[in-house]
């Protein structure tokens, strides 16, 4: 099993900055892809980005693409989502998945393992 626990939500105001982190712990973190995903009540999980396992290619949806920096340091078994130019629409619980042998997918449902989510909230 792989615990997964994200950390660094919490409300700012538009235009604001944010950087959430995952921090993993029980499995080979390394032999992981790992994606951020974001839910709105009501509303299916959105994939945001996410990073392979191996070369750390990172992908990003295009509705966060240029705002948003996921990166991941393999020494602290931790991924990081830098967030930049909140908008409202960014509000949401986000949640950190990890993949076996993951490729950055954006697809949820391939995923292993999710953490509890940390909440954001993006207020004009």
């Known amino acids: 099993q792989m615990q997964l626990v994200e950390s660094g939500g919490g409300s700012v105001q538009v235009g604001g900055s944010l950087r959430l982190s995952c921090a993993a712990s029980?499995?080979?973190?390394?032999?992981?892809?790992m994606g951020w995903f974001r839910q709105v009540p009501g509303q299916e999980r959105e994939f945001v980005a996410a990073?392979?396992?191996?070369?750390?290619?990172?992908y990003y949806a295009d509705s966060v693409k240029g705002r948003v920096t996921l990166s991941r340091d393999n020494a602290k078994n931790t991924v990081y989502l830098q967030m930049n130019s909140l908008k409202p629409e960014d509000t949401a619980v986000y949640y950190c998945?990890?993949?076996?042998?993951?490729?950055?997918?954006?697809?949820?449902?391939?995923?292993?393992?999710w953490g509890q989510g940390t909440q954001v909230t993006v207020s004009s």
């Open positions: 990073v392979s396992w191996i070369g750390s290619i990172t």
């Open positions: 029980g499995h080979n973190f390394k032999i992981h892809g």
């Open positions: 998945a990890a993949q076996h042998y993951g490729l950055g997918s954006s697809d949820s449902h391939k995923y292993d393992y």
